[in-house]
């Protein structure tokens, strides 16, 4: 029973990218059995242990605690296994976010969606026909009948895309995307099921919410398609299993077997496609029809280069640079940078082609110089890197000194701050021993002062940047009622309104933000500008 109930809280164990926050449960170890107690005291010591100790490999070594290991049931080992790795786990989706051109394209859509927001919603508070209208905001070109052409300016150049694309990706965030959004096929020129990876798995190409192209099975769950997520997940899943068999090599063969079929088969049919695709996928390139089945081989060193080509095809994913109006949209597509990344070290596995060099970086660099790479619209990897810098530049000069509210201000300087090193100071190759970890865990891979930094769990987003993501749900997937939804709004933006008449006599409104010091008023009509300090207005409270 201990086994269940860990696997129970296991569920409940997430990270969540937008605030760096882990939720773990408070009495995660209440109910570990008294044998993975006494291990955890024989390997470890007394006393409450820290992150780096709970991801330690000391006692790898230590012929005691492997003796004591070796000696328990399948259940508890798999529990013993399943406390360590889920640190792994969890803090490899926090650094893959934190390091990777990928998760600086994430936060940057998620700045830019919060700064457009900035300007939408004061607008939108009104005028009483909109504000029924913002519920589910997702949805607010099709539901709005009437809005002001600054609305539907704002919701069309800007607002739109930023959400869509966070949506589109899975938002990481609970439920699923309406079948509506995805349709068959890429274009008219793309379309029916094949077998792209080629694996004997059918494949049918889908674009989501009209720009984003990835993949889904057919027949298989009309909702889910190869997202962002499944990438994160494939590789947070391998770096743990290539961490059981860093730490008890060839015996951790069988441990993997246990571990996967006790915390993830046994679940499948609460968990989506992403926790097992890629996996079943890998197998295939070997001739075998899914994970299990490679697992039960128990052969050490077909496990573990299955395990080290899909954290190495999930990294070279995630380089996907952040998307700009002058580049190919496919470029910033990590679904089609993970499909071409498959293809190349299939053919490798199979041996139909031959790649020099022995590191997995220098095979990623092959990748960048095939015929292949130019046929995907992949860029090489030194131009994703200077793509990455010039936008990381963009955001933290330009872009959150934009945002009104200083607390989400400051968190988002926050992130960019944790992320400049790994891009202002990166060579241009595919070299991370935090991104691909040879022995499965980031955390062992620590180096630098800013490798350290992003380990460090001390830090607490500010709570009206908590307090934004919850209203952010609700206005984005949920149907609140309107005054309800008003009054949470209202109560984090709370724009000032502005009449502004000009030295033409027209009168423009602006609202400005209740944290500004000097008003950039501008003439709607002449469009002369003004700026007028915040001593010189009288601030009016209507309540």
């Not at 939720?23 to 006393?47: C, M, Q, V, W, Y």
């Amino acid at each position: 029973m201990s086994l269940d109930a860990i696997v129970s809280q296991l569920s409940e164990v997430r990270f969540q990218p937008r605030t760096l926050l882990f939720e773990f449960p408070k009495n995660l170890t209440d109910n570990l059995s008294l044998f993975a107690r006494a291990f955890f005291s024989i390997a470890h010591g007394e006393g409450p242990l820290t992150v780096l100790e709970w991801t330690s490999d000391k006692w790898k070594n230590d012929k005691l605690s492997t003796d004591f290991f070796f000696k328990r049931t399948d259940d508890e080992r798999t529990e013993i296994l399943a406390i360590l790795t889920v640190f792994v786990h969890e803090f490899t989706h926090r650094i893959d976010f934190l390091i990777s051109p990928f998760g600086l394209h994430y936060y940057g859509r998620t700045i830019l969606e919060y700064l457009f927001l900035q300007k939408f919603i004061p607008i939108v508070l009104d005028d009483p026909k909109t504000v029924d209208q913002v519920r589910s905001l997702v949805d607010f070109g099709e539901t709005t009948s009437s809005t002001s052409k600054q609305l539907a300016d704002l919701w069309n150049n800007a607002l739109k895309y930023q959400i869509h694309t966070l949506y589109a990706w899975g938002d990481v965030s609970p439920g699923k995307i309406p079948a509506k959004y995805i349709k068959s096929g890429w274009g008219d020129e793309i379309m029916g099921a094949s077998d792209p990876f080629g694996i004997n798995m059918s494949m049918e190409p889908v674009t989501v919410l009209d720009h984003f192209y990835s993949f889904r099975i057919p027949d298989y769950d009309k909702f889910w398609y190869i997202r962002p997520l499944t990438i994160f997940e494939t590789k947070a899943i391998t770096n743990s299993m290539l961490f059981i068999l860093h730490l008890l090599s060839e015996r951790g063969c069988l441990e993997c077997l246990n571990y996967y079929k006790k915390i993830y088969l046994d679940s499948q049919n609460k968990m989506d496609g992403d926790y097992f695709f890629l996996l079943d996928s890998a197998a295939r390139i070997y001739g075998v029809n899914d994970f299990y089945s490679l697992l039960k081989i128990q052969n050490f060193g077909l496990l573990r280069s299955t395990l080290s080509i899909l954290t190495t095809i999930c990294w070279f994913a995630l380089q996907a640079p952040p998307h700009t109006s002058e580049y190919d949209i496919r470029s910033s597509n990590p679904i089609l940078r993970l499909w071409l990344g498959f293809l190349f070290f299939s053919a490798i596995a199979r041996k139909k082609i031959y790649v020099p060099g022995q590191s997995a970086a220098e095979m990623l660099l092959s990748i960048d110089k095939s015929e292949l790479a130019i046929t995907f619209a992949q860029p090489p990897i030194e131009q994703v890197i200077k793509r990455s810098q010039d936008y990381l530049g963009g955001l933290t000069s330009e872009i959150t000194k934009e945002i009104w509210n200083p607390s989400v201000r400051q968190h988002f300087d926050h992130i960019l701050n944790l992320m400049k090193p790994h891009f202002m100071d990166r060579d241009d190759n595919y070299v991370s021993f935090l991104g691909m970890p040879n022995n499965g865990n980031p955390i062992l891979a620590c180096r630098t002062k800013a490798d350290w930094e992003l380990i460090y769990t001390d830090y607490e987003a500010p709570e009206m940047m908590r307090d934004w993501l919850k209203i952010r749900r609700n206005l984005l997937f949920s149907l609140l009622r309107p005054q309800e939804l008003i009054e949470q709004l209202d109560t984090h933006f709370l724009a000032l309104m502005i009449p502004f008449q000009c030295d033409c006599q027209a009168i423009t409104v602006h609202w400005v933000s209740r944290w500004f010091m000097t008003a950039t008023l501008t003439c709607g009509a002449c469009g002369q500008q003004k700026k007028i300090p915040r001593e010189e207005f009288t601030i009016i409270s209507m309540d």
